[in-house]
Nanobody, 121 residues
Framework: QVQLVESGGGLVQAGGSLRLSCAASGRTFSTYAMGWFRQAPGKEREFVAAISSSGGVTYYTDSVKGRFTISRDNAKNTVYLQMNSLKPEETAVYYC??????????????WGQGTQVTVSS
């Protein structure tokens, strides 16, 4: 069982920045790939970014490339999402997720409770 707790959400003006954190429980954090998803009101949850277990490989949805950076600190069991140049349409609840080896991002193994990000215009 893995528990995920997100933090760092809030209200920011368009063009601003936020850094989300996701702290994970368990001693096997370094074996999991980690990802961030978001769900805007009335829309389906969508993939934002992911990072391999070692941190050596990262993936981003096209709309955030060059603006968002995912990173992890396995010593702290924490994954981060640095978000720059935020846009109002990126207002959403942001979720952290865990993918174990053999699973896919279409069905992550665990989810956090989410943190609200609101970008004002």
């Amino acid at each position: 069982q893995v528990q995920l707790v997100e933090s760092g959400g809030g209200l920011v003006q368009a063009g601003g920045s936020l850094r989300l954190s996701c702290a994970a429980s368990g001693r096997t954090f370094s074996t999991y790939a980690m990802g961030w998803f978001r769900q805007a009101p009335g829309k389906e949850r969508e993939f934002v970014a992911a990072i391999s277990s070692s941190g050596g490989v990262t993936y981003y949805t096209d709309s955030v490339k060059g603006r968002f950076t995912i990173s992890r600190d396995n010593a702290k069991n924490t994954v981060y999402l640095q978000m720059n140049s935020l846009k109002p349409e990126e207002t959403a609840v942001y979720y952290c997720a865990v993918r174990s080896p053999g699973s896919s991002w279409s069905h992550p193994d665990y989810w956090g409770q989410g943190t609200q990000v609101t970008v004002s215009s």
